[in-house]
């Protein structure tokens, strides 16, 4: 940092632990399969045709028996291509599919945990579950008191998990290929975890002031910006003094 910005000065640099919640979720997911020409008629009746037919009015049209219609019909209703409805009619999710060229297999669920990070705001998702860092670091909120401000993402708009889900990086949910998660579960109650952060106490020469900086890592793309604003407020305000952070943290290395 100095050698990038000579006006900046690290004076204090230590590593801390944070609490942050972890829940297990059950992600419902649909993957595509080409449809064949039998549902692709159908389908394409229900979206295209001016006044949807009925399953014997399709029958009729195509020279069918209507029960290879109406068993067609069933199965796409259990995969949600087509609603439960008299005439053939094409729900959001078929059309979505339909653009594909697919239809939906029958759901599986896999489980996620996710991690609500209260100090940023913010929720990811995991493949796996974090375990607990050493107990040996001096705990932050000792020295820095924000308000525990639990994320609770029971109610939240599916939509709202799927983004999620795809800025953690996780696949799961790929709408260009098809790959969809349809639905979620929170499975228990948050547990705590706890995880390390690396705060540095900058100085900077030109405004002859202090900032903090919290890290998850060395690099500058690690940098926790939201948690960082948070707590200068608070240094701001002057409800956090440095002398008692530097002092007291480095009684607990």
């Given at each position: 940092?100095e050698n ?33 020409v ?178 998850q ?32 943290s480095?009684?607990?290395k």
């Amino acid at each position: 940092m100095e050698n990038e910005n000579p006006h900046l000065s690290v004076f204090y640099a230590h590593q801390f632990r944070w609490i942050l919640s972890q829940y297990p979720v059950e992600l419902i997911i649909k993957e595509p399969r080409k449809f064949n020409v039998l549902e692709e008629f159908i389908i394409r009746a229900g979206s295209e045709f001016e006044t949807p037919p009925t399953p014997t009015e399709l029958a009729s049209i195509l020279g069918l028996d209507v029960v290879f219609i109406n068993n067609t019909i069933a199965t796409l209703q259990s995969l949600q291509t087509l609603s439960g409805e008299s005439k053939i009619k094409v729900t959001d999710e078929g059309r979505l599919f339909y653009q594909q060229g697919t239809v939906p297999q029958p759901p599986y669920t896999v489980n996620v945990y996710a991690v609500s990070n209260y100090l940023e705001g913010s929720v990811m998702f995991n493949s796996e579950s974090l375990d607990d860092v050493s107990m040996k670091l001096p705990e932050l909120s000792k020295f820095i008191k924000i308000p525990d401000k639990s994320i609770d993402i029971a109610n939240w708009e599916l939509a709202k998990i799927q983004q999620i889900i795809q800025d953690s990086g996780l696949s799961f949910h790929q709408p260009s290929v098809g790959k969809l998660v349809t639905g979620f579960q929170v499975l228990s109650t948050p547990k705590n975890i706890w995880q390390s952060v690396d705060l540095l106490v900058i100085f900077h020469h030109q405004e002859d002031k202090f900032s903090i900086q919290l890290r998850q890592g060395k690099n500058i793309e690690n940098i926790l910006k939201t948690a960082s604003q948070k707590i200068n407020s608070l240094l701001d305000k002057g409800k956090i003094a440095l002398t008692e952070l530097c002092e007291l943290s480095d009684e607990n290395k």
